[in-house]
Structures are given as C-alpha cells and as structure tokens.
C-alpha cells in the first residue's frame, strides 16, 4: 500500500481523531461513528466493519481501498462539526466538545482542558467555536502534523 503524502496525513488525522488516547488502536463502534461522519453512503455500503480493533496499518488499508479522495479535510472538518454542534447552533460549546469527546473515547482530559481548547479555538472570544474558528484551529493541526511551523 502506497499513499501519497496528502493521504497520509488525512489518515493519520483521522486516525488519532478517533483514538484520542493514543491506544494504536480504533474500536469497531468508533470505526462506524468515522465511516458515518464520512456522509460518503457508497462507501459505507462497500467497506466491511471491523469485528474487533484496527491498528493504524488496518487502518489506512481499508481507506486506501476504498476512499475516493474527494473530500477535502475542510470538508470532513465540517461535518464533523456538524456532529459535535448536537443543537445545530452553528456554535460548538465546551459542553458539546466535552461530550463528542467523551463518545469518542477520550476521557482523560479534565473539564479545564476543554475549556482551555475552546478558548484557543474562540477569535471571537464569546465562549463558543463558530464552524470558521473550528476549521482555522483544524488546519493547524494539520499544519503541525506536517511538521510545518505553526504561529
């Protein structure tokens, strides 16, 4: 399996988006919550899920032969917002990132930690992250992971 450096990131992203802490390892009901996130139903339809934890190799073997590339990370940003912003406030509240991280297996961090990370991600510095500030504070991190310096 050979992927392209564009790939690479976007699935080590979305790797460690759900393996929040840093197991090596995705859980077959996390798996289903990214292919569902995806909002892709051809490839839902077409990948098998997972009876028992995927490594990051499984991992990006099933996405390289299946994924279509077409979505840009804007575009999975985005709908993964959607998902965490539950009232549909176009706001996402430390209580809603508190939350999405909980589902998502992360509950190690405290509830300052998550106030810390909404209050880096809000510009606006009303107490909530709009879609724009999610997307800004996303790019970064991407931007880290392609060991770019970041501001």
Do not use: W
């Not at 279509?68 to 998902?83: E, N």
């Not at 589902?103 to 961090?109: A, C, E, Q, R, T």
């Not at 991600?121 to 931007?143: C, H, N, P, W, Y």
């Amino acid at each position: 399996m050979s992927l392209t450096q564009a790939q690479e990131i976007e699935f080590k992203e979305a790797f460690a988006l759900f393996d929040p802490t840093n197991s090596g390892s995705i859980q077959p009901k996390a798996f289903a919550d990214f292919l569902a996130l995806l909002g892709d139903e051809e490839l839902t339809n077409k990948v098998k899920l997972p009876t028992q934890a995927l490594d990051y190799k499984a991992f990006c073997a099933l996405l390289a032969k299946n994924h279509k590339g077409a979505d840009t990370s804007d575009d999975a940003y985005g709908r993964l917002f959607d998902s965490i912003n539950k009232d549909g406030s176009g706001n996402v509240s430390s209580a809603e990132l508190r939350a999405a991280l909980i589902h998502f297996g992360n509950n190690s961090l405290s509830e300052a930690d998550v106030d810390e990370i909404v209050h880096e991600a809000d510009v606006s510095g009303d107490g909530r992250v709009t879609v724009e500030e999610f997307l800004k504070i996303m790019q970064k991190s991407e931007k880290k992971l392609r060991g770019e310096y970041v501001l």
